[in-house]
C-alpha cells in the first residue's frame, strides 16, 4: 500500500455512500470488479468505500459450486434476500440496511503476500471502534459460525457470545479488495436467512453465533454509547472505521 494525496491515483480516498440510494446487488458487485481492476491499473485511487446495502445473500463461488445452490437462492428469496455471487471468497453472508459494508481497494505489485496483515490491519480497526463504544469485541473465530474465518470480530457480553464482523478477500495480479460486513442491527432477520440457507448447502451452522451490535447493547452489555441500526448511526460508525483504516493504511508501503 502506498500513501499520497487525495485524488492522486497512488493515494488514499474515502468514498461514502452509507446515505446514498444502494445499488442493485448484482450492480454492486459488478462495480466492485470494475473498481478493482481501475485501481489495479492506476486508473483510480485506492479507496475505503462505505455502503449500506440492501438485503442480500451474497454467495462465494464455493457456495456455487455445492449440489444444494439452486435450493439455497430460493431459500434466500423465500426471505427476502437477493442471492448473488460475490467476488470475495468465503462462505454466504447475509445483509441489509443494518450492515455497515466496509471495502478497501487497493494495489500492489504481489497483493498475495500482504493478504494475512490486511485481514489484521482491518479486523483490529473494527474491535477497536467497537470497543470505543464500550463494548468487548474480540477477533477470532467462533465454533460453527457463519463464513469462519480467524479474523471474524465477535462481541462477548453477559447475554452471550455472537459473530458481528467478518471480512473476505480478493485478490488480482496487481490489487486487492478487503471487504467487511460490520453488523450493527436486524440479526433476527439475517439469522433465519442464514440458517435456511446454510441447511440447503448442507452447511454446518450455530445459529446464536448469528449477532448484532445492537443485540449486545439491548441486553444489559453495560455498554455506553453503542449504536442500533438507522442511516445516522451507520454513517458515525462508518466515518470512525473509515478515520481509524485511512491512518492505518497511511502508514504502511506495500509492494
Known sequence: MSAGEPGDPGGWVLEDRTTAEPLAPE??????????????????????????PVATAAFSRRDALLPGFA???????????????????????????????VDVVGRSDDPVAG??????????????VLGDLGLDARRGELPREYCPGEHSVHVVSPSGTSKVAGTAQRQTRRAHLVSTLLVLDGSD??????????????????????????????????ATGAPAGGAAVVQEVGRALADRLLEALAGRVER
Open 27 to 52: 450492480d454492486d458487485a459488478a462495480h466492485r470488479l470494475a473498481l478493482l481492476d481501475d485501481v489495479g491499473r492506476g486508473r483510480a485511487p485506492q479507496v475505503v468505500r462505505l455502503l449500506r
Open 189 to 222: 432477520a439475517l439469522r433465519a436467512v442464514t440458517t435456511d440457507v446454510y441447511r440447503a448447502l448442507g452447511l454446518d451452522l450455530d445459529p446464536s453465533t448469528v449477532g448484532s451490535v445492537a443485540d449486545h447493547v439491548a441486553r444489559g452489555s453495560g
Open 115 to 128: 493478504t494475512t496483515a490486511r485481514f489484521e490491519l482491518v479486523a483490529d480497526a473494527v474491535v477497536a
Open 71 to 101: 435450493a439455497a437462492q430460493e431459500a434466500a428469496r423465500g426471505h427476502g434476500f437477493a442471492p448473488v455471487v460475490r467476488p470475495v471468497g468465503g462462505r454466504m453472508a447475509p445483509y441489509h440496511r443494518g450492515v455497515l459494508v
